[in-house]
């Protein structure tokens, strides 16, 4: 046994250097390689053939495709009302969104941490709207808003329920929003849930038998001592209520007359329905800048909590 | 978390009223179960109410008309074929980053942790561009290999933070013992991996399963529909037919859900430790 071990050791060190350098490059190459490369095809050359396309008048459709300068980006800037619309739906859509579905998953994580005897199921239960994907989710939710609600309205009279819910500007925006909110408060609680339980439960006592209120708890132990979770599920609602479109194009289509179109959906709307695609990606690429620095004060907050832990 | 274990009074309300919340989150899924088996008058005049008949021959033809098992298969064989391949390719990059970081390899690393912020938007009209070029358009390889390229960011920042924590002792001392870096690799290093390609299995099937803008630009043949593209293409003959639409949702879901209630638990570690790196 010592022997052979020590022959190897000897035929390692006789290996000439070349030999070690072409073996550690076909091990690169072998580790590295098929990632890198569909990576590079399918994320990195796109990306940029899409800058370049958005200083284009591309269509799709002729051969050739002419250098416009930053015309695209003027006249989106300017003379594109159906972006400004969209955009300012998104804003307002997420700002909304993310507040009204981290203060339920929260809710839902502070109760479900309770010694609840039906809590799993309960978890569950709330989680479940997250396994369907946002395409089924919204034509399931259509039904319900245009047959369930009118039934619960004729039901308890109550006149809430008898609106237009998504054929009307203000109540399809809500529409959206309590979709958004039956779909991620779920995920969000898990993550708070998984937070809370790391909680100490001395520290909890203690504030116990100094006699806080139950609020004073929550605000002055459990939420500091959370932040970290909290900011993740900020961020993680922010990404998809920033992103969002097969929510919306199963729910609404963006409408009634565009009012509820997000930004994702209106890039779609610009290449397949107009036809402008050098338009399509001049969108494409002012949307990549937003959520780029979306990311990158997310990625600046995460690391900063993390020095003060 | 909690300080009081004893069940009082208080608990019972707290319960009954997170039971309630509970029931309100089942709503929907009762709305759509009951009218999917009603005949469409039903529908239409008591959508609240306990069927009068259980019309079971409205899943029959929705069964048929989106063509079930054909867009459940093609709905599995790329959610699976990606999976494993996403697995196999971004962990081998991840250790291999891990365990030599050259220079290179940083760069090409912080290149795949940067491209996460990416929009799909972003790179979909020049992708599908090349995609035709290339005849990668209308196929099963072609949209798998979309995932490939648009999963390994993710999947690799996810291996990579694992990889920095395996020891690397044990892969030294089976060096020394005689297996090639191949060996070590799959033999020793895989099996320690294992609660991570759990993980990231399961965060790529919730994408790749309910993905519908991808496949619905790259496959137009109606024999590659996936299930969101048979829902969707569905509702666009069928519009407002709810008793033949509601029983397609139904099974459209089906699947997801019974992977959930089977897998719950790795599920929501899986959601817990990705959130938490991501």
Same mark, same amino acid.
């Given at each position: 046994m010592n022997d052979t071990r020590a022959a190897q050791a000897a035929r390692h060190v006789t290996r000439t250097s070349g030999q070690r350098k072409l073996s550690q490059w076909i091990q690169q190459l072998v580790f590295v390689g098929p990632a890198t490369f569909f990576f590079l095809f399918i994320v990195i050359v796109p990306f940029f053939l899409g800058v370049y396309y958005s200083f284009t008048d591309w269509n799709g459709i002729s051969r050739q495709i002419n250098w416009i300068g930053i015309e695209n980006y003027t006249h989106i800037l300017t003379k594109d009302p159906d972006f400004r619309n969209a955009f300012w739906f998104t804003v307002r859509f997420t700002i909304v969104g993310i507040i009204v579905t981290n203060l339920l998953g929260f809710v839902l994580a502070y109760l479900l941490t309770k010694p609840l005897r039906t809590r799993n199921i309960l978890r569950t239960v709330f989680f479940m709207p997250n396994m369907i994907g946002g395409l089924l989710l919204g034509f399931i939710w259509q039904f319900i808003f245009i047959r369930g609600f009118s039934a619960v309205g004729e039901a308890t009279g109550w006149s809430l329920f008898n609106l237009p819910w998504l054929g009307d500007r203000a109540t399809s925006f809500w529409g959206i929003v309590i979709v958004f909110v039956w779909q991620t408060a779920g995920y969000l609680m898990v993550i708070y849930i998984s937070a809370l339980n790391n909680i100490p439960k001395d520290v909890l006592e203690s504030a116990e038998i100094d006699g806080a209120s139950r609020w004073q708890v929550i605000r002055n132990i459990i939420l500091p001592l959370i932040m970290p979770a909290v900011t993740i599920c900020l961020f993680l609602a922010i990404s998809w209520a920033f992103k969002m479109f097969d929510l919306n194009l199963a729910l609404t289509g963006g409408g009634p007359f565009k009012a509820t179109e997000s930004v994702a959906l209106d890039i779609y709307n610009e290449a397949f329905t107009n036809n402008r695609l $050098?338009? $399509?990606t001049a969108k494409a690429v002012i949307f990549f800048v937003i959520v780029a620095i979306i990311t990158s004060i997310q990625v600046r907050a995460t690391k900063s909590r993390e020095v003060e832990m | 978390m909690d300080v009081q274990s004893k069940y009082s009074a208080r608990t019972l309300i707290l319960e009954i009223v997170v039971i309630l919340l509970g029931?309100? *989150?089942?709503?929907? =899924?009762? =709305?759509?179960?009951? +009218? &999917?088996?009603? @005949? *469409?008058?039903?529908?239409?005049? +008591? &959508?609240?109410?306990?069927p009068q008949q259980f019309v079971w021959s409205n899943y029959v033809e929705a069964w048929k008309a989106i063509d079930f098992p054909s867009a459940f298969k093609n709905s599995l064989i790329v959610t699976v074929v990606s999976d494993l391949l996403l697995v196999l390719i971004s962990s081998m990059a991840a250790y291999q980053m891990v365990r030599h970081p050259s220079r290179f390899n940083r760069i090409l690393y912080f290149v795949f942790v940067a491209a996460m912020v990416i929009p799909f938007q972003s790179i979909m009209l020049p992708l599908m561009e090349m995609a035709s070029t290339y005849r990668l358009n209308n196929s099963m390889i072609g949209l798998i290999i979309s995932y490939l390229g648009f999963g390994a960011p993710l999947s690799i920042f996810l291996f990579h933070g694992f990889v920095k924590n395996v020891p690397l002792e044990i892969e030294q001392a089976a060096r020394v013992d005689g297996s090639n870096r191949y060996g070590v690799f799959f033999r020793i290093v895989c099996p320690l991996m294992m609660p991570m390609f759990v993980t990231v299995i399961i965060l +790529? @099937?919730?994408?790749?399963w309910n993905d519908y803008l991808l496949p619905s630009l790259m496959l137009s043949s109606p024999e590659l529909r996936t299930i969101p593209i048979a829902t969707y293409s569905f509702f666009g003959q069928y519009t407002k037919q709810w008793d033949m639409a509601l029983p397609a949702l139904v099974l459209g879901i089906t699947p997801i859900i019974i992977f959930f209630l089977f897998l719950q638990r790795y599920i929501i570690q899986g959601i817990t430790a990705g959130s938490v790196k991501g």
């Open positions: $050098g338009l $399509g | 029931l309100v *989150f089942l709503i929907p =899924f009762y =709305f759509l179960i009951i +009218n &999917s088996v009603k @005949t *469409f008058g039903d529908i239409l005049s +008591n &959508s609240a109410s306990w +790529n @099937t919730l994408w790749i």
